[in-house]
Each structure stands twice: as C-alpha cells, then as structure tokens.
C-alpha cells in the first residue's frame, strides 16, 4: 500500500535529534524522500542513512546556506513538496537575566530561520500539484505551548515561539491568495521527551524516558512520535482543508483551567 506522503519531497530543519529526527523517521516511513538537514552535520547523515534519505549542512540563521540547499534540492529533487521548520533553542532565563544577546539568538533560530526557510523553499514548493498530483504542498513551523501561554522563565522563547505563529498565518494567506497550493500550519507541542527537554530538566546525557504507548496521564510527558504524527498529517491530503493553524500537541495542557 502506499504511503501517506509517497513520492513527496520532505525537508526536515534541525533532523539530527529529537523532534526533528523523528518527523524525518516518520516521514520517511510514509514514502517520502526526505533531506534530513541540521547544523549538526555528522548526526544529520546518520539520521539520513539510517531511512534512505538525503542529508544537508544548514544552521538555519544563514542566509546564504539556505539559499545553497534550496539549490541543491532543486538539483537533486527537481522540487519541494514539505517543508518542516523544526531547528530550535531555548535557555532558561527571565526578563531580569535575560541578556539582549540571547533574547536575538532566539528570534534568529526560531523567527528568522523560519522566515527564510518559507522564503527560499517558496519557489520549489509553489504549484507543485500541477506536477506531482495530489492537495498541494505543506510548510508545517514548530511553535510551542509557549506561543499560547505565558511562561515566565522564558520570555526570548515565547516572543521566538509567539512570532513563528502569526508569521505561519500570514504566509498561509499570502500562498492562498497567489494561489500557490501551498499550505502553512504550526504545531505547539508542550513537554516532549527530547535532548532539548532533557537538558533543562537537568537530565542530559543521562536515557530518555520510556514513553508509556497507552494513554498519557495529565502529567505524562510526549513521546517525539506524539508530534511527528501531526507533522506526517498535515503534510498529508488528509489536511487539505487546514491552513494558517497553530495545533498544540500538549496533551490537553492548552485547554485545562490553570486557577
Ligand atoms: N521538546 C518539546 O517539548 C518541545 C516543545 C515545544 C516546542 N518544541 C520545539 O520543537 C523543535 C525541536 O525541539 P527538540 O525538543 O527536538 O530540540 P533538540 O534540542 O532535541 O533538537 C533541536 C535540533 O535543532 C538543531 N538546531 C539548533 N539550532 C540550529 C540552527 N541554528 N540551525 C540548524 N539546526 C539547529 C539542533 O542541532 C538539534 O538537532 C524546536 O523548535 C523546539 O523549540 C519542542
């Protein structure tokens, strides 16, 4: 049987670990050809190798790098049917203690790496359907909980996470008005196991936790395939009809009363 996104061209930012790697997993496993891209070169080409894929060097801040993948996809791919832009940071610190430095690190990975991952896959992406059949392309834009709530250890993370989301409407109505047949849609996942969430639980280096399959209870943190699929959904047909969302992916944190 065919898979889910077979024969899609799928672009993963931040693929070497965590979330990341798990879309490209996922992805891949639904028939996707997917370039598993990172800053962390040698990790992204073991993902890449571990699923058939293709790997590329990108830190999502350079301009100029994105313009090289986009080129080589181009050349390789002869186009682009997903794009996920994943890559992301987070350092503890409150509006006190937070320095100006690390308050425009966070808008560079997060809200500009997004920015030019939308304006440089754009090209590839646009009337894609024409060529390869099927409801179009899909930019899926990693947001968070903290797009949606306040949290006060965080405030260079939220504004990041908070500009990732309202850019993701803009360019679902840009790309809807050109009628380009590309979607944008944002996830806000909240408490996954991943090294970024092992790290600032004081946890790192130490195994991940072992993610019961059943149902979670409120206080159970995600397993990254909780998001991956949601990714491999809204690339997918099955989400034609959505666009410009933010999802969370938070087992119900979003929604519970918090007085
Ligand atoms: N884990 C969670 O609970 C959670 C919750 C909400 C949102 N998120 C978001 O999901 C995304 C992935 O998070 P994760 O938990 O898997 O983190 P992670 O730290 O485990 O993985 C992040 C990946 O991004 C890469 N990366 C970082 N900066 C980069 C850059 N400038 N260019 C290219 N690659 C870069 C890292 O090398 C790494 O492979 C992030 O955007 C994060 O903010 C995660």
């Not at 309202?166 to 809807?176: L, V």
């Not at 092992?198 to 072992?210: I, K, L, Q, W, Y």
């Not at 047909?237 to 999802?247: K, S």
């Amino acid at each position: 049987m065919a898979g889910r996104v077979e024969g899609r061209v799928a672009l993963v930012t931040g693929g070497a670990m965590g979330l990341g790697k798990a879309d490209c997993e996922r992805l891949a496993a639904e028939g996707a050809k997917v370039i598993v891209t990172d800053r962390e070169v040698e990790m992204a080409h073991q993902v890449a190798d571990s699923i058939g894929g293709d790997a590329m060097a990108l830190d999502v801040t350079d301009e100029q790098q994105w313009k090289d993948v986009m080129h080589a996809v181009q050349e390789r791919h002869g186009g682009l049917d997903i794009l996920v832009n994943n890559a992301g940071n987070v350092i503890f610190e409150n509006i006190e203690d937070c320095s100006l430095d690390h308050f425009k690190l966070h808008l560079d990975i997060h809200v500009v790496g997004t920015f030019l991952g939308c304006k440089y896959a754009l090209p590839l992406m646009k009337n894609r359907h024409e060529k390869v059949g099927g409801g179009g392309s899909s930019i899926i834009n990693m947001a968070s909980t903290a797009a949606l709530m306040g949290y006060g250890a965080i405030p260079a993370y939220t504004a990041a996470k908070g500009g990732i989301s309202s850019m993701t409407r803009s360019i679902a109505i840009h790309c809807q008005d050109e009628g380009y047949g590309i979607r944008c849609n944002a996830l806000a996942p909240g408490g996954i196991e991943t090294p970024m969430v092992m790290e600032v639980s004081g946890r790192a280096g130490e195994n991940p936790m072992d993610i019961p399959a059943g149902p979670l209870p409120q206080d159970g943190l995600g397993d990254p395939r909780d998001v991956a699929g949601c990714v491999l959904f809204l690339a997918s047909d099955d989400a034609r009809f959505l666009n410009g969302l933010t999802i969370p992916v938070d087992n119900g944190l979003d929604a519970r009363p918090h007085h």
